[in-house]
């Protein structure tokens, strides 16, 4: 297991953008994939976008499509993830998380499961209000 840490998280107007972070603390997350989950108040944590360690098509739940953009990049592999066109129904607490699977959705839930996910860091919150 590594040890992460996410950044970036806020209050925005909807509509608006925000850049979630994801890092290791002494550690390369070139090895690992990457997956960002979200969870609200009141419902179940949920996957919203997963980042491999091959060059593959990165994964996107259907709700956040087109919107957000997950991306790797430094000599640690510090994993951004960019939120743009951002709605009140996008608030929650965001986790990135790794593990050494690679991300394969579930065919039954069609998204990617926490449980699969072996490392987490200690959430970010991203308000979307006016």
């Known amino acids: 297991q590594v040890q992460l840490v996410e950044s970036g998280g806020g209050l925005v107007q909807p509509g608006g953008s925000l850049r979630l972070d994801c890092a290791a603390s002494?550690?390369?997350?070139?090895?690992?994939?990457i997956g960002w989950f979200r969870q609200a108040p009141g419902k179940e944590r949920e996957g919203v976008s997963c980042i491999g360690t091959t060059d593959g098509t990165p994964y996107y739940a259907d709700s956040v499509k087109g919107r957000f953009t997950i991306s790797r990049d430094g000599v640690k592999g510090t994993v951004y993830l960019q939120l743009n066109s951002l709605k009140p129904e996008d608030t929650a607490v965001y986790y990135c998380?790794?593990?050494?699977?690679?991300?394969?959705?579930?065919?039954?839930?069609?998204?990617?499961?926490?449980?699969?996910?072996?490392?987490w860091g200690q959430g970010t919150q991203v308000t979307v209000a006016s």
């Open positions: 002494g550690a390369t997350l070139d090895y690992y994939a």
């Open positions: 998380a790794s593990d050494l699977s690679p991300c394969i959705p579930d065919i039954t839930i069609r998204n990617i499961r926490p449980k699969d996910f072996s490392s």
